[in-house]
């Protein structure tokens, strides 16, 4: 079966340091990745989402930046971090179903304070 | 390019009360619309997907959703809530052939014992 995971589950940071969060998913092949960005009453806001290996689509302009290494490994970076970073990121996969639909599995998130 | 819009940003319910979350969106061709719950303290999860056929679908724990194209709505329902129903749920669209899925901003309900 599938599994999704992000590490760290939480992270507290200082203003203008730098910021990796890893996602990896086993279980697939040539999964789309996906991060979001949950804020309360905004819903999630797709950051950044990877068809292939290299391939990053950004969906927002943002202190933000992704990279996908491998296959299943998807990354959300910054060289510098600011408050308004601050927030929970979820990372997700999906695979074109036999309907033709992307259904999306969810990663437990990490909640970022940046401080 | 696509959008999805929630209107109740909070509801609260009583046990046994009926409900129904608005959701519509915008989008000309043909979507595949998802509902998703998130359990306090859980991962976010598939309740219940529309991609063709009967617009009428049922999903897990006794929630349906109704696809009406002429109203672009796929609004959720079910018919007595528990209190185990207290979630965040969230509505999302995704046209056809397309890996981008588009979320609302997002329902939360509290159920009442």
């Known amino acids: 079966s599938q599994t999704i995971h992000q590490w760290p589950a939480t992270l507290v940071q200082p203003v203008g340091s730098p910021l990796s969060l890893e996602c990896t998913v086993e279980g697939t092949s040539n999964p789309n990745l996906y991060w979001y960005r949950q804020a309360a009453g905004r819903g999630l806001q797709l950051l950044f989402y990877?068809?292939?290996?290299?391939?990053i689509s950004s969906e927002v302009p943002q202190n933000l930046s992704a990279s996908r290494p491998q296959d299943r490994q998807f990354i959300l970076s910054s060289k510098k971090l600011l408050l308004s970073d601050s927030g929970f990121y979820l990372c997700?996969?999906?695979?074109?179903?036999?309907?033709?639909?992307?259904?999306?599995?969810f990663g437990p998130g990490t909640r970022l304070t940046v401080t | 390019a696509q959008s999805v819009s929630q209107h109740n940003h909070h509801v609260i319910l009583s046990e046994a009360a009926s409900l129904e979350l608005g959701c519509n969106y915008s989008?000309?061709?043909?979507?595949?619309l998802f509902w998703y719950v998130q359990y306090p303290g859980q991962h976010l999860q598939l309740l219940l997907k529309y991609f063709s056929g009967d617009p009428l679908v049922k999903g897990i724990k006794g929630f349906e959703a109704e696809f009406i194209k002429s109203k672009f709505s796929f609004n959720l329902r079910k018919p007595s809530v528990q209190w185990s129903d207290t979630a965040e749920y969230f509505c999302a669209v995704n046209t056809g052939g397309y890996q981008k899925v588009t979320f609302g901003t997002g329902t939360k309900l509290q159920v009442i014992p």
């Open positions: 989008y000309g061709g043909t979507v595949n």
């Open positions: 990877s068809v292939g290996i290299g391939q």
């Open positions: 997700a996969w999906s695979v074109r179903g036999w309907d033709s639909s992307y259904e999306q599995y």
